[in-house]
């Protein structure tokens, strides 16, 4: 029972352009999400995360937008950089913080 | 600055034997998690702990697997009888609690079932 979905597996981007990854869960108790990116043989990095009260948080080229309604989220970056290459998680925790639930992933490629 | 710290990173062990992971989090923080990651897959929650406690430990499967935190040391994600669907990428995260929703992962142990 999957409840933070990442339905694309792959994404490429043009260094320079805009990258959107997206996320949906199903589970409206929700109320944390997080965005992390995981390099091959490295532990995942905690990017940006937004508060269930808020559509919107940015830091630096990274913004995260959420959808309570879709229940969607999605986090831009842009402009894309080679070095933003890498695979990218979202993850949704509850009102406790005990656990959280990641999706499977998004592999982002930027093209120089 | 030590970040959260795992041990060992590359881990092989026989069908049967026991595997022990280790987890130490970042200073400061007194909150732990496991997480396991097959391959193709996303993070799958295990456990979660604190100083002595077990919070959480709903995604722990039922036999074999245990995990503690003791008061002094690290946290220890303990496989007895390992089989070759154990094989995977072990996480830990640490946070600090009190709040605070960031989690900061460790490089991951890969443990290989032969």
């Known amino acids: 029972d999957q409840q933070v979905k990442q339905n694309s597996p792959s994404l490429s981007v043009q260094e320079g352009r805009i990258s959107i990854l997206n996320c949906d869960y199903t589970?409206?108790?929700?109320?944390?999400f997080l965005w992390y990116k995981k390099y091959p043989a490295e532990g995942p990095t905690f990017l940006i995360s937004i508060s269930s009260i808020k559509d919107k948080n940015e830091d630096g080229r990274f913004t995260v937008f959420l959808n309570k309604s879709a229940k969607h989220l999605s986090l831009h970056i842009v402009p894309s950089q080679p070095g933003d290459s890498a695979v990218y998680f979202c993850?949704?925790?509850?009102?406790?913080?005990?656990?959280?639930?990641f999706g499977t992933g998004t592999s982002l490629t930027v093209i120089p | 600055n030590a970040g959260v710290m795992q041990n060992p990173r590359h881990l092989v062990r026989r069908r049967g034997q026991e595997a022990r992971l280790r987890c130490s989090p970042m200073?400061?923080?007194?909150?732990v998690y496991w997480y396991r990651q097959l391959p193709e897959e996303g993070l799958k929650f295990m456990v979660y702990?604190?100083?002595?406690?077990?919070?959480?430990e709903s995604g722990m499967p039922k036999e074999r697997f245990s995990a503690e935190f003791p008061k002094e040391g690290p946290s220890i994600l303990r496989i007895q009888q390992v089989v070759r669907g154990d094989s995977a990428a072990y996480f830990c995260?640490?946070?600090?609690?009190?709040?605070?929703?960031?989690?900061?992962f460790g490089p991951g142990t890969r443990l290989t079932v032969t």
């Open positions: 589970n409206s108790m929700f109320d944390y």
């Open positions: 702990l604190q100083k002595e406690n077990i919070i959480d």
């Open positions: 200073k400061g923080h007194s909150h």
């Open positions: 995260a640490s946070s600090g609690g009190g709040g605070s929703y960031e989690q900061y």
């Open positions: 993850a949704a925790s509850g009102v406790s913080g005990n656990q959280f639930y």
